[in-house]
């Protein structure tokens, strides 16, 4: 059978996906929160990473809250794009991301996004941010800057 088509005048809404973006370190990872309505992500918090055991409870309470559509974590590379050490551990957490949770994960190059993170709390101290910035402030921003990045890149996969 035949379905009618839709001659309305007025635009049809856009989907909006919700991410989770993960800036992975041996010893802290740091979440942040986008969609792609504004192609923009705000830093969340920073979960522990004990010998290798991220606080699984804590990221699965995130995922609970945030109800990502996707998944994005930041693939650590050397200068010239090359992998190290924690290319592989990155790699690792986002399989194990995928498979705890059933979701899209996406890998973006977060070359420089620590050093960006931390020209960011400069230019913050230097406007009178009150308090000191920490080490969860850094991973968290640049958990951000990585899921901005990846929202912001037109080749990207939904």
Known sequence: ????????????????????????????????????GTNSASPICAVRNINGRPEWDKIAALVEEWKPDALVVGLPLDADGQSQRMTQLAKSFSKHLRRRYQLPVHLCDERYSSNEASRIIAENRHHHQ????????????????????WLNDPTREN
Not at 10 to 24: M, R, S, T, V
Not at 131 to 148: F, K, P
């Open 1 to 36: 059978m035949h379905e009618p088509e839709n001659h309305s005048s007025e635009p049809q809404a856009l989907k909006i996906n919700h991410y989770l973006g993960f800036d992975f370190g041996e010893k802290r990872i740091g979440v942040a929160s986008g969609q792609s």
């Open 130 to 149: 009150r308090r000191r910035a920490t080490r969860e402030d850094s991973d968290t921003i640049a958990a951000a800057l990585i899921l901005e990045q």
